[in-house]
């Protein structure tokens, strides 16, 4: 079973352009954005191993997925208004 990827480009396709934008532009972006999509990765991995929903650390690296999701939206949002 392939689990979905919640690639930023893949999760707000209406703001492709100010992501990539973002990227190539916005070095702390770029960042943020490169530890937010291999978290997803390996997140993804747990996932199709099996690993219970209630191991802790798990639980840990998909609140900070959220956490990490949440900060890139408002940056991508923000930036998307302002352009």
Do not use: C
Request: aromatic share 8%; no cysteine; net charge negative.
């Amino acid at each position: 079973m392939s689990i979905a990827s919640h690639a930023l480009d893949k999760d707000f396709p209406e703001y492709s352009e100010t992501i990539k934008r973002l990227n190539e532009d916005d070095l702390q972006f770029k960042t943020e954005s490169d530890t937010y999509h291999r978290l997803d990765k390996q997140i993804r991995g747990l996932e199709e191993r099996g690993v219970a929903t209630d191991d802790n650390h798990f639980n840990a690296l998909k609140i900070q997925r959220a956490h990490l999701k949440d900060w890139l939206y408002h940056r991508i949002a923000d930036s998307h208004r302002s352009h």
